[in-house]
């Protein structure tokens, strides 16, 4: 079984802990994404993203669903 790990946001810098093991407890859970959401921002970051950067990109690309990230 995976542990929780500590890693950095690939967009900000800023370390979080990642829950991979228990994803409802995890801090990315809180933002509710679109499968196209996901797939825009998985196009430009690699791994996981603090909450928020993830709240900010989901404001983003509710504003303009077009705009580069």
Do not use: W
């Amino acid at each position: 079984m995976l542990k929780h790990e500590i890693v950095s946001c690939p967009r900000c810098n800023r370390t979080f802990e990642c829950r991979v093991n228990s994803i409802h407890r995890c801090q990315c859970s809180g933002v509710p994404l679109t499968l196209e959401e996901r797939f825009r921002i998985s196009e430009k970051y690699q791994g996981c993203l603090c909450e928020n950067c993830l709240q900010e990109l989901k404001a983003v690309l509710e504003k303009q669903p077009d705009a580069p990230l």
